[in-house]
């Protein structure tokens, strides 16, 4: 489409510019901001330039599939499937989190990141990242900074 304009920028350093109809923060991005920073000051700057980059009237669009109940999502301590695929060279694999638990009061989540690789040499390839992330809920951000929730 002609009328859309992609930036690639680190969106805790860099200007992100004014004059933009819609800023889309997709695929769970508030969730996985990685930053010099402290993580809720991250999600909170990343709120604030997101809405100074628009037009008046402008639309913030933030996916975000689990924000109306967190606990339910990340409340479990079984296999959770994030993805899972096969791409065009015959590799397959999968992100899972797994011993995920959540604090409804401090908004953290702690669980274990982990990835499992077939490459199409066989090569077999897993990894487990311990975590732990605090989750943006759209009252703390969205209604905090006076935005219409649609």
Do not use: C
Request: positive net charge; proline residues 2%; without cysteine.
């Amino acid at each position: 489409m002609k009328n859309i304009t992609w930036q690639k920028a680190d969106v805790i350093k860099d200007d992100w510019g004014k004059g933009y109809d819609v800023v889309m923060l997709a695929a769970n991005f508030l969730f996985n901001i990685i930053a010099d920073i402290d993580y809720d000051k991250a999600q909170i700057l990343v709120i604030q330039k997101s809405s100074a980059a628009l037009v008046s009237g402008g639309h913030l669009y933030i996916d975000y599939g689990y924000t109306l109940h967190p606990e339910k999502w990340f409340g479990n301590a079984n296999e959770n499937v994030v993805w899972q695929g096969t791409d065009s060279n015959g590799n397959t694999g999968k992100m899972t989190l797994w011993n995920s638990s959540f604090d409804l009061k401090t908004g953290l989540n702690k669980f274990i990141r982990r990835f499992e690789l077939l490459l199409s040499d066989g090569t077999k390839i897993r990894q487990d990242i311990p975590s732990t992330k605090h989750f943006a809920t759209i009252g703390k951000y969205i209604n905090g900074l006076k935005f219409p929730v649609l």
